[in-house]
């Protein structure tokens, strides 16, 4: 069954995924300009279809809340930066500055191999 409202299908999803992990299987399509997605645990089906670009934002959103369940992850904590900031550090405390590593030379494509397009065929002699 179609569901128009983002909200509920969003709570829905969840709800239904929740309920079965193990069997609960998500689907998403993009047929003739229409995004439609789909998840499903073999006796309920939930659908959402638009062809609006405002829901990108929300469908990437679910998309992370789902896979997140699905790898059985939590979300990370935001870090706050001004804890550190109000705090001042010791010079025993403070980490050393990070240097980046050079790549090593053999990593670094050169301008004739194959990142760059590799080699040029030669073009065939025009007959007169």
Request: proline share 9%.
């Amino acid at each position: 069954m179609y569901i128009h409202g983002w909200q509920e299908y969003q709570e829905k999803a969840e709800e239904l995924y929740a309920a079965s992990p193990n069997k609960t299987r998500y689907c998403v399509k993009w047929r003739e300009g229409k995004l439609v997605l789909k998840i499903t645990d073999n006796t309920t089906c939930l659908k959402f279809k638009t062809s609006s670009s405002v829901f990108l934002n929300r469908f990437e959103a679910l998309n992370l809340a789902l896979i997140q369940k699905m790898q059985n992850r939590r979300p990370p904590a935001p870090q706050t930066h001004l804890v550190a900031a109000s705090v001042p550090a010791t010079k025993a405390e403070s980490p050393a500055p990070e240097i980046p590593a050079a790549a090593p030379s053999s990593a670094v494509p050169t301008a004739g191999g194959p990142a760059a397009g590799g080699v040029k065929k030669k073009k065939p002699k025009k007959k007169k």
